[in-house]
């Protein structure tokens, strides 16, 4: 399981990179792991204001679906449209072109209640 000290990540398994007020998101490897082989990826909230923990797509997976969550407040800016023709990048390569939303961020001090790489691994080994 790669877990990139880098990154921030959420108890929902999503990860976050922050980049000034914007917030990268994907799911972590553990979570693509988990899910198996990924076959959708649906956003439909691009251009909203939506709040931390909220409901912001899901991931579509050949057994299951997954809702993906708000890791912190904001304006949902752009969407990864790569993931349209290729949602197997997520498996592929979570942690870079499988990023699926950007967020400009309404709050960024949200990102400090995010966990770090080791609590996060702590969390998923738990």
């Avoid at 490897?29 to 988990?34: G, K, L, P, V």
């Amino acid at each position: 399981m790669k877990l990139p000290e880098n990154l921030k990540y959420t108890k929902d398994h999503e990860w976050v990179r922050i980049e000034g007020d914007t917030a990268i998101v994907g799911i972590s490897d553990f979570a693509q792991s988990e899910l198996g082989d990924i076959v959708y990826v649906e956003v439909e909230t691009l251009d909203e204001e939506l709040d931390q923990e909220e409901v912001f797509g899901t991931v579509e997976a050949v057994k299951t679906v997954s809702d993906l969550f708000m890791p912190v407040s904001g304006k949902i800016v752009d969407f990864n449209e790569s993931l349209e023709d290729e949602p197997e990048l997520v498996n592929e390569n979570p942690y870079d072109e499988g990023w699926i939303i950007k967020i400009k961020m309404s709050n960024p001090e949200e990102a400090d209640e995010l966990l770090s790489s080791d609590d996060y691994k702590a969390h998923v080994e738990g």
